[in-house]
């Protein structure tokens, strides 16, 4: 025990894990550690960094990294503070005053440090953090970097700090992490954490929720279940003389203030307000916060939150929580879950049952497990230089034309989508038949908002993210065109999100097509205000995979490519490209970087079958010079613009730029290829790019084509674009690219 700790067996067989890893020199630099919520991460971290000081004579100093959300490096330098008080632990702004000192912690945040308005990386008066870390590396110091939540930062400006600390160890600790192969990982069992009465046994997911229920309002009726479950819940720590008084978490995704005064109306209605202390509020820009909020005995009931405390925050009687739906098709981020699992005693009462147990209370139907960023957590990044003799390769970049990009007016666009509609279904001027037609097809026209949610009990997080259909039942919300309002107008945000048309022509074309009462001589179906509500958000994923239909059709007559700006573009001088540990590095001489090999070419370091096939043919191909791998966005990229359907412009990055020996440039788009006569390219716009990469590559007299494969072989297509391969149009790429 350690000033008054108590040692937890699971949490100790960690630090033994995490001291024998960084003293070993076979190590691999990256540890991730996956504990639950409530495991007590920031414990077995602290005894880690105490035992590793006090068996060690390193000249280390330590980083510890804590996401932005919830002041959590302060929270956690305060713990280091009251269990070791020997430990020099400090904040950012001290160590950028006094620099960086051997076996010191120092807590930042990462906003501190990644917020471009932040002064922590401008130059000023006082050395900035990047001259900190240099004259640390200077005096032969060692950092060891441990990085909290590590899910919350993995991106690409985190991955530029962790760079330049060039930390000997990198310790990553999460709920969600992943096992990966270039890094080691060690699981806290979780079992072991229930059984010390740290956790709750288990999360009931929608007690009370019945087959077929008939919804009046969604935020009355969630809220009503997690109040009664409340009450019971405090009634059962009488019972057991436990003086704690259990709070109700609801969260709102978006924090829309609509929805938030209907929830405050909803509480106020049974006699839980902000003026008597009963409820408490904790936005971003709004918070409400009692002194006692997180005192096992604290007087709110009720705490309105959005994500500021879903990350690291601890209070133990947060046993309810309520996830409301202020959109069509939410993800449920499973994450949140650990907030309410905590044993505010920490330890189990077996009777009654029920206080040994959390629950949430959700219509959400998609549960998602962690919270994913920019980066995927299967691969590093490691920075290449180009070679000499490539620095005046020049060709000609497209961009965007902004001021010629308005795409199909409202008029046009409804005529497209009617007949695409039309066409399809074959749909006809009656709107009944028109309706049995769809409904054959699989939209749904019931008159409420349908959803078919998870219930029961669920042992864990990763046992909830994997809930089959038989643990799911179905519910119906009559339409409320004031609530329902907000999740119609999501679903036309959906759409909006990939048409870039705006969202109010997006609402008015949905009511031509679809709504009662809308003059339009080219109208599908004719369905009362309700009844057109329930349309749009029962159907928003049909109505996305329409709209993706029409924007991958040809337009022959219009081009905008020919107004499209350009630039010069020249290979960047250096390059951040992903790679995964392989059994045997092999150079690839033909890459224009240095030092690039056959680590960069696995599917875990993102790359395509086709790609990895078509980078191994221009390493083994007598008539290549040499090959340059293009971005996928960035306007430091090779991009050519191409029209959609809708007749908006967008920019595509080919794949590869190739120069061969007979002096001619190649540039190469790669797509999925067939296997089993079935397409694998799943780019629904591949031959609008096809037909403006031709027109491109005519305008500058480039060589180019699609390249796709068959059996491992590869096939090259510059003529017309057909998704089946079998046509002449297909070629051997072999008999292409020879000298």
């Known amino acids: ?161 962790i760079d330049k600390f060039d930390p000997v160890y990198t310790i990553r600790v999460s709920a969600t992490a992943n096992k990966v192969a270039h890094q080691e990982y060690y699981e806290v069992p979780e079992d072991e954490v229930i059984n010390a009465g740290l956790i709750t046994r288990a999360i009931y997911v929608n007690e009370g929720v019945m087959e077929n229920d008939k919804i009046e309002n969604d935020y009355d009726y969630l809220i009503d279940l997690a109040d009664a479950k409340r009450q019971e819940l405090l009634e059962g720590y009488k019972m057991v003389k436990a003086d704690v008084r259990p709070l109700v978490l609801i969260q709102f995704p978006a924090a829309r203030p609509e929805t938030i005064k209907a929830v405050e109306e909803k509480l106020a209605s049974m006699g839980y307000t902000y003026d008597n202390g009963l409820v408490n509020i904790w936005m971003s820009d709004d918070k409400i916060v009692s002194d006692d909020l997180t005192k096992n005995n604290g007087t709110p009931a009720f ?25 069509g098709s939410e993800d449920f981020q499973i994450q949140t879950i650990g907030r309410i699992r905590r044993m505010p005693e920490h330890k189990h009462y077996n009777f009654p049952a029920y206080l040994d147990l959390c629950y949430v209370y959700t219509l959400d139907e998609r549960y998602k497990q962690g919270l994913m960023s920019e980066l995927d957590k299967a691969y590093q990044v490691r ?126 074309i949905l009511q031509r097509l679809f709504r009662k009462g809308k003059r339009n001589s080219r109208k599908l179906l004719s369905l009362d205000t309700s009844d057109f509500y329930a349309f749009i958000i029962n159907n928003i994923k049909q ?37 995964t540990e392989v059994k045997q590095v092999e150079l690839m001489k033909k890459n224009v970087y240095e030092g690039y090999t056959n680590e960069f070419l696995s599917s875990e370091a993102r790359k395509s079958k086709p790609e990895r096939l078509f980078e191994r043919f221009c390493e083994d191909s007598d008539s290549v010079e040499w090959i340059y791998k293009n971005g996928d966005a960035g306007q430091q990229y090779l991009s050519i613009v191409y029209v959609n359907g809708l007749r908006k412009q967008w920019l595509f990055y080919p794949d590869y730029i190739v120069k061969t ?79």
């Open 1 to 161: 025990m350690v000033n008054g700790l108590i040692d937890y067996e699971f949490q100790d067989n960690c630090v033994d894990y995490l001291f024998d890893k960084t003293t070993s020199a076979d190590s691999k630099k990256i540890i991730t550690v996956k504990a639950s919520t409530g495991a007590g991460k920031t414990v077995i971290l602290i005894k880690y960094v105490n035992f590793y000081l006090n068996n060690t004579n390193e000249k280390t100093a330590f980083i510890w990294l804590c996401p932005g959300k919830g002041n959590l490096e302060e929270q956690s330098r305060e713990k280091m503070e009251r269990l070791m008080p020997s430990i020099d632990s400090r904040d950012l702004p001290y160590s950028l005053l006094q620099g960086f000192n051997e076996r010191s912690v120092t807590f930042i945040n990462w906003e501190l440090i990644t917020n471009r308005k932040n002064n922590a990386l401008k130059e000023s008066e006082k050395k900035n953090l990047f001259d900190r870390i240099d004259e640390a590396h200077s005096k032969g110091f060692k950092f060891f970097l441990i990085i909290d939540e590590e899910h919350l930062n993995n991106t690409k400006k985190a991955k530029d700090i």
């Open 661 to 739: 020996k007979d002096n001619n440039v190649w540039i190469i788009e790669t797509k999925g290829g067939m296997e089993s006569d079935q397409s694998k390219n799943i780019d629904r716009q591949a031959e609008n790019k096809f037909n403006a990469f031709k027109s491109y590559a005519e305008r500058y007299k480039l060589h180019w084509g699609f390249v796709r494969d068959i059996d491992e072989e590869l096939y090259i297509n510059n003529t017309v674009y057909t998704e089946d391969m079998h046509g002449e149009n297909w070629v051997p790429l072999k008999n292409i690219l020879k000298i």
């Open 383 to 508: 920075k290449l230089f180009l070679k000499k003799g490539f620095e005046d390769f020049t060709l000609v970049k497209e961009m965007r034309n902004l001021d010629n990009d308005n795409g199909l007016g409202e008029r046009e666009l409804l005529k497209l989508i009617y007949n695409h509609y039309a066409n399809k279904y074959n749909l006809e001027t009656k709107k009944a038949a028109n309706q049995e037609i769809l409904a054959m097809n699989g939209y749904s026209f019931s008159h409420e908002v349908d959803s078919k949610v998870i219930q029961g009990l669920f042992r864990s997080d990763e046992t909830l993210s994997n809930a089959t259909s038989s643990q799911k039942v179905s519910v119906k919300t009559r339409i409320n065109t004031h609530t329902h309002g907000i999740q119609l107008m999501h679903s036309v945000d959906e759409i909006k999100k990939i048409t870039t048309i705006p969202a109010q022509r997006v609402k008015n």
């Open 543 to 579: 109505l996305k995979e329409e709209f993706r239909e029409i924007m991958a059709t040809q337009d022959k007559q219009l081009s905008f490519i020919g107004d499209a700006k350009t630039s010069k573009f020249t290979i960047p001088d250096t390059e951040l490209y992903k790679y």
């Open 303 to 327: 705490l309105l939150m959005k994500q500021a405390v879903s990350t690291g925050w601890d209070c133990p009687r947060a046993k309810i929580l309520v996830k409301l739906r202020e959109g």
